[in-house]
């Protein structure tokens, strides 16, 4: 049987599927919104509160760690990713959400529907290693390579959480990572900051009609996963985990300033950090700021109904790093953020 071509799960399949996560995933599934309820009514590991007016430091942060259901890569990282081209996708739908990549000449479409079951494609990119990592409970997709002087990394996942954000680790050193800072917290390589490159948020349907020649991380994993199904609710109108209550796991600071699954694009400019509310920019179509002595600018791509952030360099613009983020999870990391809404 074509793999690319496969139908939609059943829920029982789903169901099925999902046992294979782990436990947490197995009272999420198909979106119940009383399973990440329930799990959330549970007694949490504590963790440490910052200060206010304070980011967490690498050790506050590595403290903070706790288990996610699933052990050490329970959730398995696809490490030998395969692509079709967009005319073989028909797994996808029009309205299903994909990651959008441009890069060292290249266009990719990473489905969402296949990272929630992985989190982490340990990918090779314009010829570069490039680890495109997902994690659905805070909505955060980021583009990782190792910085200059550090070799070529791998990652994995730890099974545990920080600020219930993605624990990764890298194969080379056992050194551990929160996804949305992309910082060592522990291990060999501890305080060492990984380079970011942006994804973008948008439908399959918008990317393939910007990227004609995109090609498409395809379902033909190795690893028996429900393609089609989502643990913690759906993407096309937003529904379940990703819209409602709060995090499920403990954060270490939290602010009403939004709702909790509010999205926020959140730009990092030097040690300073701005959270821009992404409604904002749709309806203003450009927003302008200043961090860290840096200009930059959010503007509202239509085409793929998106938001992409540049900062001044000199007399040109270039790409920021930037991502877009659940309100509560960007200032658990970063609770002295600058905010624009």
Same mark, same amino acid.
């Given at each position: 049987?074509?793999?690319?071509?496969?139908?939609?799960?059943?829920?029982?399949?789903?169901?099925?599927?999902?046992?294979?996560?782990?436990?947490?995933?197995? #009272?999420?599934?198909?979106? %119940?919104?009383?399973?990440?309820?329930?799990?959330?009514?549970?007694?949490?590991?504590?963790?440490?509160?910052?200060? =206010?007016?304070?980011?967490?430091?690498?050790? =506050?942060?590595?403290?903070?760690?706790?288990?996610?259901?699933?052990?050490?890569?329970?959730?398995?990282?696809?490490?030998?990713?395969?692509?079709?081209?967009?005319?073989?996708?028909?797994?996808?739908?029009?309205?299903?959400?994909?990651?959008?990549?441009? @890069?060292?000449?290249?266009?990719? !479409? @990473?489905?969402?529907?296949?990272?929630?079951?992985?989190?982490?494609?340990?990918?090779?990119?314009? %010829?570069?290693?490039?680890?495109?990592?997902?994690?659905?409970?805070?909505? &955060?997709?980021?583009?990782?390579?190792?910085?200059?002087?550090?070799?070529?990394?791998?990652?994995?996942?730890?099974?545990?959480?920080?600020?219930?954000?993605? #624990?990764?680790?890298?194969?080379? &050193?056992?050194?551990?990572?929160?996804?949305?800072?992309?910082?060592?917290?522990?291990?060999?390589?501890?305080? &060492?900051?990984?380079?970011?490159?942006?994804?973008?948020?948008?439908?399959?349907?918008?990317?393939?009609t910007a990227h004609p020649d995109t090609e498409v991380l395809s379902t033909n994993t190795g690893a028996l996963r429900s393609y089609g199904s989502d643990p913690y609710?759906?993407?096309?109108?937003?529904?379940?985990?990703?819209?409602?209550?709060?995090?499920?796991?403990p954060v270490m600071a939290t602010s009403d300033r939004f709702d909790d699954k509010d999205v926020v694009i959140g730009v990092r400019v030097g040690t300073e950090r701005l959270a821009i509310h992404k409604d904002l920019v749709r309806k203003a179509?450009?927003?302008?700021?200043?961090?860290?002595?840096?200009?930059?600018?959010?503007?509202?791509?239509?085409?793929?109904?998106? !938001?992409?952030?540049?900062?001044?360099?000199?007399?040109?613009?270039?790409?920021?790093?930037?991502?877009?983020?659940?309100?509560? =999870?960007? @200032?658990?990391? @970063?609770?002295?953020?600058?905010?624009?809404?």
């Open positions: 049987m074509n793999g690319q071509q496969a139908p939609r799960p059943s829920r029982r399949q789903a169901v099925k599927g999902a046992g294979m996560i782990g436990g947490v995933v197995v #009272l999420l599934v198909g979106g %119940g919104v009383a399973g990440w309820q329930a799990l959330s009514d549970r007694p949490s590991e504590p963790v440490t509160a910052v200060q =206010a007016g304070q980011d967490p430091s690498l050790e =506050a942060l590595a403290g903070a760690a706790v288990s996610g259901g699933p052990g050490k890569d329970g959730i398995p990282s696809i490490d030998k990713p395969r692509f079709v081209p967009a005319r073989d996708a028909g797994f996808l739908r029009d309205d299903d959400r994909v990651f959008g990549l441009e @890069y060292g000449g290249e266009v990719r !479409a @990473y489905p969402q529907l296949v990272l929630v079951w992985h989190e982490i494609v340990n990918d090779t990119v314009g %010829g570069e290693p490039l680890t495109v990592t997902y994690c659905p409970l805070t909505g &955060t997709v980021i583009g990782f390579r190792a910085p200059p002087g550090v070799q070529p990394l791998s990652f994995g996942t730890t099974g545990r959480l920080v600020n219930s954000n993605l #624990l990764m680790y890298d194969r080379q &050193t056992g050194s551990e990572w929160p996804q949305l800072i992309g910082t060592a917290v522990s291990g060999p390589l501890k305080g &060492t900051k990984l380079d970011t490159v942006p994804l973008v948020w948008t439908t399959w349907k918008q990317w393939r609710g759906s993407y096309p109108g937003r529904s379940g985990y990703y819209v409602k209550g709060g995090p499920v796991f179509g450009t927003v302008r700021s200043t961090i860290g002595g840096t200009q930059v600018e959010a503007r509202w791509d239509g085409r793929l109904g998106t !938001a992409r952030v540049v900062q001044s360099v000199g007399d040109r613009w270039e790409t920021a790093d930037f991502l877009d983020s659940m309100w509560f =999870a960007w @200032y658990a990391f @970063y609770p002295n953020s600058q905010v624009r809404q």
